[in-house]
C-alpha cells in the first residue's frame, strides 16, 4: 500500500492521522494538551495501526505490533516518535519482509517518525544488557495489532526477576546521568520539560520503581498520588505547547516559549511578566511535587533481592504478597534474605504469613529438593537467626513447618531451674550459638573455633530445634524428642549419616553434661567410655556445642565460667582420646555393631573372611564407617598379593571423591599414595590410615578435585588408578609427578599462614608414638609429612586426617622397628618435620 | 560452733549431700570454686599445643554444726568424698563466734 496511490486506503489514511493530529493540535491551542489529549490521540494511532496492519501483506509467522515507551503509555505528543516493536514467534522469512514493508513504509510516507524494533520471540529469553533505554520502553509495552496470545508470551519471558532488578539499577544510574546533566537541581530558568530533574523523565521513572519493587509504594509515599497526576498533567500541557510551536520535538521552556506558553494555558496578569511567573511558579511547585515523589520511591522502593521478595526500609517484604499467599515455599526465602541483608521481615510480610499460614501443611513449604537445602541452609548458625526463628514462631510458620515444635510453644515444664518456657529455651540454645560463632570474648573463642571446625553446623541447629520438643510429654523426654525427630528429619529427607548424626544428638543431648559435671573426669576410664559413646570426633564437638548453649539457655545463672572449664576439660580429654588412644582398642568380639556387620553380610561375603579383615584393627573403625563401606572394604582386601594394590575411587559427594587402597604394607606406602593424589592436584581434605598386625593396609581418602580433572576428563578416573598402581608396585617414582606441582605450590605460598605445630608424644599411647601437626593446608602436604616420616626410618601405623578451612590437622601413630620411638628419635623427627614445614610453607 | 568448709571434687558433692543429710545436717552453702592444693594443676594439650591448667574445678560445701557435730561431720565428709587419688580437697574446721538469724535478728547459741 503507497499514500500515491490514488483512491486506495492510502487517502484514507491521511485524513485520519491529519484529522488526529488538528484534533490534538486544537487541545494545545486551547492548553487543554494534557493527558486526557494524549490519550485520545493514541487511540487514534492505534485505530490507524490496526487499519495498516490488516491491509498489509500477511505474514506467515505469527506477529503482534506493541506499542512501546510514551506510546505504550498512550502519552504521545505531537512531535514524539511513535515507537514500536514488531513481535514475530520465530524466525522470519520473505513474507514477512513484505508484510513489514506493507506495514512500516505508508507511515514513513506519512512523515511521522516511527522508532521501530522487529524481534522474535526468543530474543527475550536471554536478558539483554547492552541497551537499558529499550528494556525501560519494554516496561511499557502494550498490545496495539496482531496476536494477543503472542504478546502474552513475550510477557511472561520479559517479567522476571532478573530482569526487573537489572533494570532498576540502569534505571538508577541512567537518572543520576541524566540529573548530573542539569546539575541536579530543578530549578532550571529554561527547563526541560521532559528531561529536566522533577520533569516528565522523572515522574515516569518514579512509577517505574514502583512498578519494578512495589506497586503499592506511591500510596504509601509523601506525597498524595492525585498531586503527582497533576503535575503530569500540567507538564504535558505545557509540552504540547512546545511541540505545537516548534513544530519538531522540542522540549525546552525558553524564555520566549514561557510568554506563549502562559497565554495558551490561559494565565491572568496585565503584563506578560505577571503571567509567566505564574506559570513558572507552577512549573517548579509541580516540579518539586515530582521530585519528592522520585526522591522517596529511590529511598524507599525494596531493592529485589530473590523471587517476589523486595528489600526495603522496613525489612524484607514481598513485592506481590497475592501471589506470596499463594506460594508458601518462598516463604522461607524472605527469612533467609532477612538473614542474608541483616535486617528483619516486614510487619507487613509476617501477617501476610500469619493470615495465610493455617491453609498449608509442613510439606508445602518445602516441596523441592532445592526447597529442603534451603531451609537447612537457613539454620545456619549467625548472627539473625534466633530474630528470626522468633519471628516465623510468633507468625505461625515455626509451628507448620515444624507441627512437632508446636506442641512445645508456651509449655511450661516446673522443674525449678528452667526459667523460660520450653519453645524460648530451645530458641535461646540457637540464639547462644549463634553468638559464639560470632564471639570475640577470649574464654569463648575456644568454643568458637569448635564451632568453625563442624562440617554442618545447620545439623546442630536442626538437633537443638527439636532436643525437647518430646517435653510436651512429662516422662523422659529425650527418647520422645528423638522419636519424633524421626518423623521431620524424614520430610527434610536428610541424607542418612546427617540423619543419624541428629537423632543421636537429640537423644543423648543430656549425655556430656552429665558427664562432664556429676563424673570424675579425671579417671581415665569415664574419658574412655565417653570417647567411645560419642565414635568420632565431629559428633563430639557438636555434642560439646549443644550442651554448652543448652546449659547457658536454662536462665542467666545456669552456665558459670565453672562449668564452662570443666566442659572444655571432658572435651579436651574426650577429643585427645578419640585421636590419640584408638589405637590401643582393638575390634573385639563383643563390640556393639559388630554383631549386626556380621549378622546382616551380604552373599558374597562370609562371617570368616569379615572377621579376617576385622581382626587387629581399631574399635573405631566400626563407627568411622557404614556398614556398606566396610563391605566394600572387605571385598578390596580380598585375595591381596605383595606388590598389588586394590583400589576403589568414587565421587561421594558433590565436590567430594573419596579413594580407598587396600594393600600390604611397604616403606613410603602412605606418602606414595599422597603424592600421587597431590600430583594430580586433588586436595586431601580428611582421611584414615589402618595397619593390621598382618600387615594389611587401609587407606581411606577424601579430597576434592578443584581443577575438576576427574570431572572433566572421561579418563582421568583410569588415569589416576593406574599411577598409583605404578608408584605403589614400585615401578614409577612419584618424586618426578610431583616436581611441577611442587615449584607451583612453593610459588602460591601466602603471607598469611600462621607457624605449624609438632608434637610428638609417647604417653598418650601404649602402643604408638603419637605425632599431632597442625599446619597450614596446602597441597603436597600429606605427602611432605610422610615422607619425612619414612625417611626418619619410621612405620606409619595409623593415620587421621582432618582439614577445618586453611588448617590441616593430622594425627599420626607411628613405630620404629615395632617400637615406640626414643626420646632422640622423637626429636630428630620433629625437627626434620618442623624443618619441612617451616621451609615448604 | 563450728564453720566446716570442704573443697571436693564436683561429682562428689551429692555423694558429701547425702552423707550430711544422714546426720541431720539441713543448711549448707554450696559454691563452685577453682584453685590448687599439692595438685597444682597439671598440662593439658590440645592439638600438639600445650596449655597450663593451674586452677582446677572444685566445689566447696560450708556448713555450721553445734562443737560436739563437728567430728562427725567431717568424717562423713572425708568418707564420702575420697577417691584416694590426689585432688581428693581439704576439709577445714573453723570456730564461729556469734551466729544471727537474719529473719527475727535473734542470736543463735
Keep these: ?841 | 560452733m563450728k564453720l566446716i568448709k570442704c573443697i571436693i571434687r564436683p561429682n562428689k558433692v551429692d555423694e558429701v549431700k547425702d552423707a550430711l543429710a544422714k546426720l541431720n545436717i539441713a543448711g549448707m552453702t554450696v559454691t563452685e570454686v577453682r584453685g590448687h592444693g599439692k595438685q597444682k594443676g597439671h598440662t593439658a594439650i590440645y592439638r600438639g599445643k600445650e596449655y597450663n591448667v593451674s586452677l582446677l574445678p572444685k566445689m566447696e560445701i560450708e556448713v555450721v554444726v553445734a562443737d560436739n557435730m563437728a567430728d562427725d561431720v567431717v568424717k562423713a565428709v572425708v568418707q564420702a568424698a575420697r577417691t584416694g587419688e590426689i585432688g581428693d580437697g581439704r576439709v577445714f574446721v573453723l570456730p564461729v563466734l556469734e551466729s544471727y538469724r537474719i529473719r527475727t535478728g535473734e542470736k543463735e547459741s
Excluded at chain 1, 643 to 656: K, M, N, P, T, W
Excluded at chain 1, 812 to 826: D, N
Design chain 1, 1 to 841: 500500500m503507497s499514500l500515491t496511490q490514488p483512491g486506495s486506503g492510502g487517502s484514507t489514511l491521511v485524513t485520519a492521522f491529519d484529522a488526529a493530529r488538528s484534533e490534538l493540535e486544537a487541545d494545545a491551542l486551547r492548553g487543554a494538551g494534557g493527558r486526557a489529549a494524549l490519550e485520545r490521540y493514541a487511540d487514534r494511532v492505534d485505530a490507524m495501526l490496526r487499519q495498516l496492519f490488516s491491509d498489509a501483506s500477511g505474514s506467515d509467522v505469527p506477529v503482534a505490533v506493541i506499542a512501546l515507551g510514551g506510546y505504550g503509555r498512550r502519552h504521545l505528543c505531537l512531535q514524539s516518535d511513535i515507537d514500536l516493536l514488531v513481535l514475530f514467534e520465530r524466525e522470519i522469512g520473505k513474507a514477512e519482509e513484505r508484510f513489514l514493508r506493507g506495514f512500516l513504509n505508508p507511515l514513513w510516507d506519512l512523515g511521522v517518525v516511527v522508532g521501530h524494533q522487529v524481534r522474535e520471540l526468543n530474543d527475550f529469553e536471554r536478558l539483554e544488557t547492552n541497551n537499558a533505554e529499550f528494556l525501560l520502553a519494554l516496561l511499557d509495552a502494550r498490545p496495539v495489532a496482531g496476536l494477543r496470545s503472542l504478546f502474552d508470551r513475550f510477557r511472561t519471558l520479559f517479567h522476571t526477576a532478573a530482569t526487573h532488578a537489572y533494570i532498576l539499577k540502569s534505571l538508577l544510574e541512567l537518572i543520576d546521568q541524566r540529573h548530573a546533566a542539569f546539575n541536579a537541581t530543578l530549578y532550571q530558568l529554561e527547563p526541560d520539560v521532559k528531561e529536566a530533574p522533577g520533569a516528565l523523565r522523572d515522574l515516569t521513572a518514579t512509577r517505574t520503581i514502583a512498578m519494578l519493587t512495589d506497586p503499592l509504594l506511591l500510596r504509601r509515599g509523601p506525597a498524595d498520588p492525585a498531586r503527582v497526576d497533576q503535575a503530569e498533567d500540567f507538564l504535558l500541557r505545557v509540552r504540547s505547547t512546545l511541540h505545537l510551536d516548534a513544530g519538531r520535538n522540542q522540549n525546552v521552556l525558553s524564555h520566549d516559549m514561557q510568554e506563549r506558553t502562559a497565554d495558551l494555558l490561559g494565565y491572568p496578569g496585565a503584563e506578560p511578566r505577571q503571567r509567566v511567573e505564574r506559570l513558572m511558579s507552577d512549573y517548579f511547585r509541580h516540579a518539586r511535587i515530582v521530585t519528592r515523589a522520585l526522591d522517596w520511591a529511590r529511598k524507599s522502593a525494596p531493592l529485589p533481592v530473590g523471587p517476589n521478595l523486595g528489600l526495603s526500609r522496613d525489612g524484607i517484604r514481598f513485592l506481590d504478597p497475592i501471589l506470596a499467599a499463594r506460594n508458601p515455599a518462598t516463604w522461607i526465602g524472605a527469612f533467609q534474605a532477612a538473614i542474608d541483608h541483616h535486617t528483619e521481615v516486614s510487619e507487613e510480610a509476617l501477617s501476610c504469613v500469619q493470615q495465610h499460614v493455617d491453609r498449608y501443611r509442613a510439606d508445602d513449604f518445602f516441596p523441592e529438593a532445592d526447597d529442603r537445602v534451603a531451609l537447612l541452609r537457613l539454620l545456619t548458625p549467625r548472627a539473625g537467626l534466633y530474630e528470626r526463628l522468633s519471628e516465623m514462631h510468633d507468625c505461625g510458620l515455626l509451628g507448620r513447618v515444624f507441627p512437632e515444635f508446636q506442641a512445645i510453644s508456651w509449655r511450661v515444664v516446673r522443674d525449678f531451674y528452667h526459667k523460660y518456657t520450653v519453645d524460648e529455651h530451645t530458641l535461646l540454645t540457637i540464639r547462644n550459638l549463634e553468638r559464639i560463632s560470632t564471639t570475640t570474648a577470649p574464654e569463648r573463642v575456644r568454643y568458637r573455633n569448635v564451632l568453625t571446625a563442624v562440617a554442618e553446623p545447620e545439623l546442630v541447629v536442626l538437633a537443638l530445634l527439636l532436643h525437647d520438643v518430646g517435653k510436651w510429654r512429662d516422662d523422659d523426654h529425650a527418647v520422645e524428642s528423638e522419636r519424633m525427630a524421626v518423623d521431620v528429619l524424614g520430610r527434610l529427607q536428610l541424607r542418612g549419616d546427617a540423619r543419624d548424626t541428629v537423632l543421636f544428638l537429640i537423644r543423648h543431648h543430656l549425655r556430656m553434661s552429665l558427664v562432664a559435671f556429676r563424673r570424675d573426669t579425671e579417671d581415665p576410664e569415664i574419658v574412655k567410655n565417653f570417647a567411645a559413646f560419642i565414635g568420632t570426633e565431629e559428633r563430639l564437638k557438636m555434642l560439646c556445642l549443644m550442651t554448652l548453649v543448652d546449659v547457658e539457655a536454662v536462665s542467666p545463672e545456669t552456665l558459670t565460667p565453672w562449668k564452662e572449664e570443666l566442659l572444655w576439660r571432658l572435651y579436651v580429654d574426650t577429643y585427645n582420646h578419640l585421636t590419640q588412644r584408638y589405637g590401643d582398642e582393638l575390634i573385639e568380639r563383643n563390640q556393639a555393631g559388630l554383631d549386626e556387620l556380621l549378622k546382616q553380610h551380604p552373599d558374597d561375603l562370609s562371617v570368616a573372611e569379615i572377621t579376617r579383615f576385622l581382626e587387629g584393627l581399631p574399635q573405631r573403625y566400626l563407627q568411622l564407617f557404614a556398614r556398606e563401606a566396610i563391605y566394600r572394604h572387605v571385598r578390596l582386601a580380598r585375595d591381596i598379593h605383595p606388590d598389588e594394590v586394590h583400589l576403589s575411587l568414587e565421587r561421594s559427594g558433590a565436590a567430594i571423591w573419596t579413594l580407598a587402597v587396600a594393600t600390604l604394607d611397604k616403606p613410603y606406602l602412605f606418602s606414595n599414595i599422597c603424592g600421587v593424589l597431590s600430583s594430580f592436584g586433588m586436595n586431601i581434605i580428611r582421611g584414615h590410615a589402618l595397619t593390621n598386625p598382618n600387615g594389611l593396609v587401609l587407606d581411606v581418602f577424601q579430597f576434592t578435585d578443584d581443577e575438576r580433572f576427574l570431572e572433566l576428563n572421561p579418563e582421568a578416573h583410569q588415569q589416576v588408578l593406574q599411577v598409583l598402581e605404578r608408584v605403589v608396585s614400585g615401578q614409577a617414582d612419584v618424586t618426578n609427578l610431583l616436581r611441577g606441582r611442587e615449584q607451583g605450590v612453593l610459588h602460591a605460598r601466602s603471607a598469611s599462614r600462621f607457624a605449624p605445630v609438632v608434637r610428638a608424644d609417647n604417653e598418650a599411647s601404649g602402643r604408638y608414638t603419637i605425632v599431632d601437626i597442625v599446619a597450614s593446608n596446602a597441597i603436597g602436604l600429606l605427602y611432605r609429612i610422610s615422607r619425612v616420616i619414612s625417611r626418619q626410618g619410621c612405620d606409619v601405623d595409623l593415620v587421621l586426617i582432618a582439614t577445618e578451612g586453611e588448617k590441616a590437622i593430622d594425627v599420626f601413630h607411628i613405630t620404629k622397628g615395632g617400637s615406640k620411638l626414643t626420646e632422640a628419635e622423637q626429636q630428630a623427627l620433629t625437627s626434620d618435620l618442623l624443618r619441612t614445614l617451616e621451609g615448604s610453607l
